[in-house]
């Protein structure tokens, strides 16, 4: 019995924490219990990636929502290091897609940078099309690799 | 130290045995270049007098089956059982089972070294047609075996001949989202591979010098860093970073002389081609636009470098000069041309296109004219010429499915897109170089 309270106690500790959390990481349409200026944190409640249309890399609407919450967060969390790696789909040659998963990263971090993070701060890596995430061969997974993602060291 | 010398070449004295009465169903020539043809029919006896002779025959009937020009008639066929390779086969029963070419042999030891002999008589006309001697190490008879295969090529097709060179190309295993990918070298017929990175870090894109001493290629590092070019010693396995550029370094190739390397460089998200002397390692950009240049590669003569860019809105082919300037678009059909390379002999550049859903391998003139494609599929990309400029090698991918990554493949094309084969890998394989021919 008292096990099964203690049980009930912690699950409404969980609840209440979970409704303290503030209106953005609701926004970002995520969940509960990660510790504050985590990396967990960052990656559910705010968004680790952007996604880009074919051949192009500038920011779409979805993705500046995803950046300008990145940029408040990175700025209450000052000790992180950033690399922003950007990515392709396979639907491109090798070489190419380097230099356009480049761009990609690059567009992210100018619009990190002029939402006010230091251009120190950010690093960028191009992975083109070598490390696609999700493995697939359709429109489906071919917009999910046209990405930017934004990791924290 | 891997270098069979050539030595003498035999006298070829013609042999006016059996003179070709009935008239010829087929010749020991053809002319690659007509819009059909019939391969030719060749009989090739495994070479006598040491136990690597049947091994060399094969080699030669892998070979010249493979290039398409050929037709390797099964040994199992042939009536004349004895053949004396150092005297005329009996013509008729050779004209039987329907050869235009027989092929005979001898391997002898020479100190050490092992001495190869061999003949191409001429059954239609009815004399010898090559005849040639070399010797090497022991250890060296596949590549024997290939010179013979590209004399017998040169012989039959005024083609140079491409079997005694090597290809470079990308390794791949592991699951589609982690692949690793290494370098790894093998002779053409994808005998003798082996590996030249060690894995731990992707690395793509290899290049021939044109001594086939040293490749470039792209490579990760271990930490976050951008990826960058490496110049590595075939043989040493030594290593160095072409350059230490604060961005990505990627797409390099060697000029035809192997003194410079051209390559992309990025900078704040903008990749320009630049070109670095191998030696005094001094910099020289060649382009500077907001755009992507990319995938650089030099004209036979080095007068010139072809390259894609993105700078009119889509992906396109451009040629400059070698020191930059005078760009000027060439391609001009429909969708995205990518990966250029300028064939050896100067004649055609081959490409990667991408039109709508689907990837094909193409040909157009310098001037940008007599546009064809030689392959298509799902995905394929990344031609690479033999040094007879007459085959191409590039890789075909596969649609993954239920998050398994698709099978890649390398494989073969004359410049006639008629005769497409795969060449053989023990894994997945992308990105092939074909070298030049080895130097002898």
Known sequence: ?153 | MMLPRRSTILGGAALAAGAAAVPARAQLTIDMTRPTFEPVPIAIVDFAGDRVGADIANVVRNDLQNSGLFRSIPPGSFIQKDVNANAPPQFPAWRQIGAAGVVVGQVSQAGGNIKVDFRLWDVVVGNQAAGLSFTSQPANWRRLAHIIADAIYKRVTGEEGYFDTRIAYVAESGPGNARVKRIAIMDQDGANSRFITDGRTIAITPRFSPTLQEIVYMAYAEDRSPPRVYLQNVDSGRRELLGNFPGMSFAPRFSPDGTKVVMSISENGQSDIYEMDVRGRALRRLTNTPAIDTSPCFSNDGSQIVFNSDRGGSQQLYVMSAGGGGERRISFGDGRYATPVWSPRGDWIAFTKITGGSFGIGVMRPDGGGERMLASGFLVEGPTWAPNGRVLAFFRQQPSSAGRAGSVTLHQVDITGRFERQIPTAGDASDPAWSPLIPQ
Not at chain 1, 17 to 45: I, K
Not at chain 1, 80 to 102: K, S, W
């Open chain 1, 1 to 153: 019995m008292r096990t099964i309270k203690a049980l009930a106690a912690m699950a409404m500790m969980l609840v209440i924490a979970a409704c303290s959390s503030n209106q953005q990481e609701q926004a970002a349409g995520a969940s509960t219990t990660v510790t504050p200026g985590s990396v967990a944190d960052f990656r559910q409640n705010v968004g680790d990636r952007v996604f880009f249309d074919t051949d192009m890399s500038n920011i779409r609407e979805d993705g500046r929502q995803t950046l300008t919450r990145q940029a408040e967060w990175l700025k209450k969390y000052t000790n992180y290091q950033i690399t922003i790696a950007g990515h392709c789909d396979e639907r491109g040659t090798r070489e190419y897609n380097l230099a356009l998963g480049e761009r990609r990263a690059n567009a992210a971090k100018q619009y990190l940078v002029a939402q006010g993070i230091p251009a120190q701060r950010i690093q960028t890596i191009s992975y083109g099309k070598e490390r696609p995430d999700p493995v697939g061969s359709d429109e489906a997974a071919w917009a999910r690799n046209r990405r930017a993602v934004t990791e924290l060291q």
